[in-house]
């Protein structure tokens, strides 16, 4: 495909194209709300539990980690919703330019990589906990 075939491309399908970056944001946010904030309420739940009935005050640093974790994907989700509403609003505004540069940003798998990496971490250094008694 040529480069003017893409560019008429993208200009017939704008309405389309901002479309789905909305519904990206959106399924985003659903997909956080609906498995980040349980799971980290669930794992801070547990762990103050265990430092009540335990006093180990080792649970704070796994606490620390589970908190990190839930941050680290909620700023992740949080960019990436604002790149579906910058290219939403590049699109809305006939703005391919800085669509283009939205397109070719890189996407926030370090984030969400370190995220996964603190929460099994923090899961780990529970269970040493655990063990360890």
């Known amino acids: ?9 993208i200009s017939e399908k704008r309405w389309e194209l ?3 970056h909305l519904d990206r944001a959106d399924q985003s946010a ?4 609906g498995i980040l904030f349980p ?4 794992a801070i739940a547990y762990v103050l539990q265990q430092r009540a009935s335990d006093g180990n005050s080792l649970h704070v640093v796994s606490l620390l980690l589970f908190l990190g974790s839930a941050a680290l994907v909620f700023v ?8 579906s509403i910058d290219r939403f609003n590049a ?7 800085t ?24 899961v780990l ?9």
Do not use: C
């Not at 659903?30 to 709300?33: A, L, P, Q, W, Y």
């Not at 799971?39 to 669930?42: F, I, K, L, P």
């Not at 699109?91 to 330019?97: E, H, P, Q, Y």
């Not at 370090?110 to 603190?118: C, E, P, V």
């Open 18 to 20: 901002a479309k789905a």
């Open 39 to 42: 799971s980290a309420s669930a």
């Open 99 to 122: 669509y283009d540069t939205h397109a070719t940003l890189r996407p926030n798998l370090t984030l969400d990589r370190f995220s996964g990496g603190l929460f099994g971490l923090a």
């Open 1 to 9: 495909m040529s480069e003017s075939d893409r560019v008429k491309l």
């Open 30 to 33: 659903n997909m956080m709300r």
């Open 76 to 83: 992740s989700w949080d960019l990436q919703k604002q790149k």
């Open 91 to 97: 699109l809305l505004n006939n703005d391919l330019a």
């Open 125 to 133: 250094f529970e269970a040493l906990i655990m063990f360890t008694k």
